[in-house]
């Protein structure tokens, strides 16, 4: 025989496990299932903690689709972008600032290292150019002091500049080759 206190358990039991069944609602789902295609506009997956390590998403207002990695402290430490002209990676470190960015630049690849703060200076760049490889070398603030490349002559230059805002424009020393021969130029 049933007693009192055995009911007020039993059935609540029972009423539950009817309204599952009914509902077809998956209580515990333990097992591995393999899809032929899932569609979504945002995967996030978790750790034990319920903290993301990774979201692969796709960013309406861009019209973009990334996918990052990020480390325990909830901080990007990875990227990989898709955008309108091409596509680009990201590595950040510990704080979640940029430090190397591999990229399309101009249809172009480009390989791009940062300084890891917050902002984000490019202290060297290597490019494809106009007439071949670039290799920039920039200071603390981001302005150039160096640059080596190939010109218009298929041949390789060499220039050193102040550093300062408008740098480029104006070189301190610039070594040249040509047809001709090697050409130095010297800032009076």
Do not use: C, W
Request: aromatic share 8%; charged share 15%; net charge negative.
């Amino acid at each position: 025989m049933v007693s009192k206190y055995e009911r007020l358990i039993i059935y609540p039991l029972l009423f539950m496990a009817l309204f599952v069944a009914l509902t077809g609602i998956n209580v515990v789902n333990a097992t591995q299932q393999i899809l032929d295609k899932l569609v979504a506009r945002e995967i996030v997956i978790v750790n034990n903690e319920g903290n993301t390590v990774a979201s692969l998403k796709y960013d309406e207002a861009k019209a973009d689709v990334s996918l990052e990695f990020f480390n325990d402290n909830g901080n990007r430490v990875v990227s990989l972008l898709s955008y309108e002209n091409g596509g680009a990676i990201g590595v950040f470190n510990q704080e979640g600032h940029l430090t190397a960015a591999m990229q399309n630049e101009d249809n172009a690849g480009s390989l791009f290292l940062y300084n890891g703060t917050s902002k984000m200076t490019k202290l060297v760049g290597l490019r494809s150019g106009l007439y071949g490889g670039v290799l920039e070398i920039n200071n603390a603030e981001g302005r150039p002091t160096g640059i080596m490349g190939n010109n218009v002559h298929n041949n390789g230059y060499i220039g050193l500049f102040k550093g300062e805002l408008l740098g480029f424009l104006s070189p301190q020393i610039m070594l040249n080759i040509t047809d001709e021969g090697a050409t130095i130029y010297r800032a009076e």
